[in-house]
Nanobody, 115 residues
Framework: QVHLRESGGGLVQAGGSLRLSCSAS????????MNWFRQNPGKERELVAS???????VYADSTQGRFTISRDNVRNTVYLQMTNLNAGDSAVYHC?????????WGRGTPVTVSA
């Protein structure tokens, strides 16, 4: 019943930008912390950014100040604005939230950064 759906990934040149979106259903969205993770075959899954229901944000050091997480509680959507992308940002990006102690995941949207 909980569904998360990511969109916005793609192929970009180094130095470019992307905005990822994650639409959520099956939860009282405004009360849930939302998270962005990323993973590629050569790396462990990494928590990129989190945002609480009331808008507090936390970022991984690896974002180097380049990423911004935000949310729209009317549209039940969380965003990840990514700028100055580099090859190390290439990964499948997943949206995540937790309900009653259970983690839910979107299927992911791939981001590929080319030289």
């Amino acid at each position: 019943q909980v569904h998360l759906r990511e969109s916005g990934g793609g192929l970009v040149q180094a130095g470019g930008s992307l905005r990822l979106s994650c639409s959520a259903s099956g939860i009282n969205f405004k009360l849930h912390d939302m998270n962005w993770f990323r993973q590629n075959p050569g790396k462990e899954r990494e928590l990129v950014a989190s945002i609480t229901g009331n808008g507090r944000t936390v970022y991984a050091d690896s974002t180097q100040g380049r990423f911004t997480i935000s949310r729209d509680n009317v549209r039940n959507t969380v965003y990840l604005q990514m700028t100055n992308l580099n090859a190390g940002d290439s990964a499948v990006y997943h949206c995540n939230t937790r309900r009653q102690g259970v983690d839910f995941w979107g299927r992911g949207t791939p981001v590929t950064v080319s030289a």
